[in-house]
Every structure is written in structure tokens, then in C-alpha cells.
């Protein structure tokens, strides 16, 4: 079982330096996944808005394995996730309020089909299929 290190432990001050903005725009922010297989840090950026996160990692052509995105959501809400638009294969890693993972879903390149936890979530985090 995987369990995701709380993502409110690592909570970005909301004016990001120039060096923790990703070329996006989106604040970048440590995120560390620990599993039985050790501590599993990545960078990721932080989508916030409704704008941020509809955009998410579409027409990205490649996704380096230690970076990925994360969506936020407070308070906790049931969300879905597509793949329109979206060029690479990703992980989806679904984040409960108390950091543990609800759901892992590995989304298909331009797929229109809804990707969920079935519960509420505290936040999605994306990353390179496969690697979760």
C-alpha cells in the first residue's frame, strides 16, 4: 500500500520566487510519496484554479519521471478527470484528506472516459504512466 506524504505539510506560500515557477506559470512545490520501497520525492505543480486545473498537463509531450501535477481541492470533493487534449499516458493518484491514496488510475492518452476515487478526494496528483 502506498501512502502519500500530507500534502498540507507542504502547502506553498501563495507568491512563488521566479525560481519555483514552472515554464507553465504553475508554482512548483516538493511533493515526497512514501511507499514500502522507500521515499519517492517528486516536484510537482500546483494547478489551483478552475482554469489551471481544466488546462492540467494537456498538450505536454513528455512528463520527466521525478515531476507531475497536483490539484488541490478544499474541502474535499468526488472529482473525475479525462485525458482530452492530454498526449502522454499519466498515473492518477487520488489523495484522501488524511494523505492516504484512494485510488491509483493509469489514464490513456485522449481518452474521454471519466477517471474517479468514487469518494471524496483532498487533491489528484498526476505523474508519468507507469510510474506509480
Known amino acids: 500500500m502506498i501512502a502519500a506524504a500530507a500534502c498540507s505539510a507542504q502547502t506553498p506560500t501563495p507568491a512563488p520566487s521566479a525560481d519555483e515557477t514552472a515554464q507553465s506559470g504553475l508554482q512548483q512545490v516538493p ?19 478552475p482554469e489551471e486545473q481544466a488546462t492540467g498537463l494537456m498538450y505536454r509531450t513528455s512528463l520527466p519521471g521525478n515531476r507531475g501535477m ?20 499519466l498515473d492518477m493518484i487520488f489523495i ?4 492516504s491514496i ?12 471519466a477517471v474517479g476515487a468514487g469518494e471524496p ?11 506509480a
Open 31 to 49: 511533493l515526497t510519496i512514501r511507499a514500502a520501497s522507500g521515499a519517492h520525492p517528486f516536484t510537482v505543480e500546483v494547478a489551483r484554479t
Open 96 to 99: 484522501r484528506d488524511d494523505g
Open 102 to 113: 484512494a485510488r491509483i488510475a493509469t489514464a490513456r492518452p485522449q481518452s474521454l472516459d
Open 121 to 131: 478526494i483532498a487533491a489528484v496528483l498526476e505523474i508519468r504512466g507507469g510510474r
Open 70 to 89: 497536483i490539484f488541490p481541492f478544499d474541502p474535499p470533493q468526488d472529482v473525475s478527470f479525462w485525458m482530452k487534449n492530454t498526449l502522454i499516458p
